[in-house]
């Protein structure tokens, strides 16, 4: 299969091509959070429907990842990336004239499949089109670009929900994804291993679709209905069976659409594992940071996103440089040292405690932040490319798919896990601190109920003078002591990250062919 130079006129559209799709994708991912209460005010949405309009995509997503980097391999890369493309748009087009919130959720689905489709093949079109000496730069192109432009997002969003556009956010899609089609159809050669087996895997599809599906499922209902509802327990249960049926079909598959085969490179093992630890502590302390940033500092949501200023600005102008030295040096050291600044940077967070607020930001919360940042500059175009790098080109699709899917999934995992951890944790402080006023019993009830709230928890009105004020600041310290652990814990993660990636990963990676 012929690879092109990065700075040649094909390696540049099609760096161009791929960059615009996933655009999109980010775009629409952070500028729908801020435009949520303009959604809910116009579709009299309810609190659950806020959370299905954003996680009906994630769901699809997490589902359906390893289908569409397997379906790239199988019947080519461009075809089935320019067809994820045109999925995402039609259902964002949907979205944006949705009358009800129903429509919306349904439509947010459709996204979610064309998005299956399309992120796994962007990177799967950059690694298996680009020449291998440029690989980890270009990939580090694509993070600095996508990074830009996702910054937008918050900015944009905020912009269409003051002025009542929120339908925008999901039409703006359309005209970038008409573009990339055009530059696709036009100047991007089509992109297939002419060798390759292109049967389709028809049982293991439907297995790991399931299974994916009910797993996420399970997670995403642990925060609302806690961990022994039977929603929970049998969606992840259901699920992990049917992964563990995914695995033996493809064991005796003939034509298997992911091949064990492509885990006995340890190199390739150990980076979907990195990868899984690193963006599981980074999904948690990116969470609980922005609560405690709103809830507790008395930050505003303009000034929390201002925060992670630093970890964008790094992230833009480090990726690149690290993706080149990768490809000149081989990835461990980076895929060592940079988990374990990410782990160092959440440890620093973790010791904040109630500031002064946005006036003190650069004493208390900046360093960590830096760190943070740097840490994940440093490991992001690297792990990328070594994931990409350590497998076949035939199987980029594939590979592309699966270390997609993990990082989704450790986002959804960690934020269901440490959701209800944080709970535990804030109820167990919460506990302790009454004990040094005088209330009743069911005073104390009526202040433990609002645990669920964690920082957002607000004294109950039957409290008066200081009571109602000690009440607050105990809740305002036990969500700083959970803050704290949760962080610690998500740099263990980190830390985690760095030994897989000195244990495991190899500069000279084995390419196996399954």
């Not at 910054?151 to 925008?168: F, I, T």
């Not at 979907?272 to 505003?300: I, K, P, R």
């Not at 506990?431 to 005073?443: A, I, M, P, R, Y």
Request: proline share 3%; glycine share 10%; charged share 10%.
């Amino acid at each position: 299969m012929e690879t092109v130079s990065l700075s040649s006129p094909a390696g540049k559209w099609i760096m161009v091509s791929t960059i615009m799709a996933s655009a999109m994708a980010f775009i629409d991912a952070t500028a729908l959070n801020v435009v949520l209460p303009s959604i809910q005010k116009s579709l009299d949405a309810s609190g659950t429907d806020l959370f299905w309009i954003l996680n009906a995509y994630l769901l699809m997503l997490s589902a359906l990842m390893l289908i569409g980097g397997s379906l790239g391999d199988k019947l080519g890369r461009k075809k089935i990336f320019m067809a994820g493309i045109f999925i995402f748009i039609a259902g964002s087009a949907a979205c944006g004239i949705s009358g009800t919130v129903t429509l919306l959720i349904i439509f947010r689905m459709l996204q979610g499949i064309g998005g299956a489709l399309m992120i796994p093949g962007s990177l799967s079109l950059i690694s298996s089109s680009i020449h291998e000496k440029e690989r980890g730069k270009a990939i580090g192109t694509w993070s600095a670009f996508t990074t830009v432009v996702t910054l937008g997002g918050p900015v944009l969003g905020g912009a269409l929900a003051d002025a009542g556009y929120w339908r925008y956010i999901f039409f703006i899609n359309v005209p970038i994804g008409i573009a990339a089609l055009i530059i696709l159809w036009k100047l991007v050669k089509e992109n297939r291993e002419q060798a390759a087996d292109h049967t389709l895997d028809y049982a293991g599809a439907v297995a790991i679709m399931l299974g994916l599906a009910l797993f996420t499922f399970g997670f995403l209902r642990m925060p609302a209905v806690g961990w022994l509802h039977w929603q929970v327990y049998s969606s992840l249960g259901v699920g992990l069976l049917l992964l563990v049926v995914f695995i033996v079909i493809e064991q005796k598959s003939k034509h298997p659409m992911m091949p064990l085969s492509l885990f006995a490179n340890l190199t390739f093992s150990g980076a979907n594992l990195l990868t899984f630890f690193l963006y599981a502590g980074l999904g948690a302390g990116m969470l609980f940071l922005s609560l405690n940033l709103v809830q507790v500092q008395g930050y505003d949501q303009l000034q929390s996103g201002l925060t992670f200023l630093p970890f964008t600005i790094l992230m833009v102008f480090v990726a690149r440089f690290a993706g080149s030295l990768a490809d000149k040096y081989g990835p461990r050291l980076l895929l060592t040292i940079g988990p374990a600044l990410a782990g160092l940077g959440l440890l620093l967070l973790s010791f904040v405690k109630q500031t002064a607020g946005p006036s003190a930001y650069f004493t208390t919360f900046f360093p960590g932040i830096l760190i943070l940042g740097l840490g994940m500059s440093f490991t992001v175009a690297p792990l990328t490319a070594t994931v990409m790098g350590a497998v076949n080109p035939h199987f980029s699709g594939t590979a592309s798919g699966v270390n997609n899917a993990l990082s989704r999934i450790s986002g959804v995992f960690a934020n269901a896990i440490f959701g209800a951890l944080a709970v535990v944790l804030f109820s167990g402080a919460l506990q302790k601190e009454l004990t040094q006023v005088q209330l009743s019993d069911q005073s104390k009830q009526a202040v433990m109920q609002q645990a669920m709230e964690l920082g957002n928890a607000k004294a109950p009105a039957a409290l008066q003078g200081s009571d109602k004020e000690k009440v607050q600041t105990f809740y305002h310290e036990s969500f700083i002591a959970a803050y704290g652990k949760i962080m610690r814990i998500a740099a263990l993660l980190g830390f985690a990250g760095a030994a897989v990636g000195f244990v495991l990963i190899r500069n000279s990676v084995v390419k196996k062919t399954a």
